[in-house]
């Protein structure tokens, strides 16, 4: 028989560094999903604001009943002013890159923000520019 004294020692290191890698990539995984989840909340109530930015007479009467003519400067300047007053200290460098109605009838909101890591590795980049889209349509019942 061979002698097998510390060939156990080599496989013990090489799985707890694996597994200190694996934790550090979850946590970074799950902090991304968590982060891209408040954005795209964030831009939901955005868009919700742009669908509601039209005054009654913006209101018409069509074949489906009474639909709301929206413009992108109203959508714009409703959202503009939502994120001006809704919680955003949490998000670096936040941008409201597109806020506008394609339609007429809805509002598309577009937010993007940076994300970075909460534990700085070789194996996790150190952050990444996130974008959202959310739309939004106002309808009368």
Not at 77 to 103: C, H, I, M, N, Q
Request: no cysteine; charged share 15%.
């Amino acid at each position: 028989m061979r002698n097998d004294d510390g060939s156990t020692l080599p496989l013990t290191i090489f799985f707890g560094l694996l597994s200190i890698v694996l934790v550090f990539l979850v946590i970074a995984a799950t902090s991304l999903y968590l982060e891209r989840k408040r954005l795209f909340t964030l831009a939901d109530g955005a868009a919700l604001v742009g669908a509601e930015a039209f005054t009654l007479d913006a209101v018409g009467l069509t074949a489906s009943g009474y639909r709301p003519t929206l413009t992108s400067t109203d959508v714009a300047a409703a959202v503009s002013g939502y994120l001006a007053s809704a919680p955003t200290a949490k998000f670096t460098d936040l941008r409201l890159e597109r806020a506008v109605s394609l339609d007429g009838r809805s509002a598309t909101v577009e937010l993007s923000a940076y994300w970075t890591p909460p534990v700085l590795t070789v194996f996790v980049p150190d952050g990444l520019r996130i974008e959202v889209t959310a739309v939004a349509r106002s309808v009368f019942s």
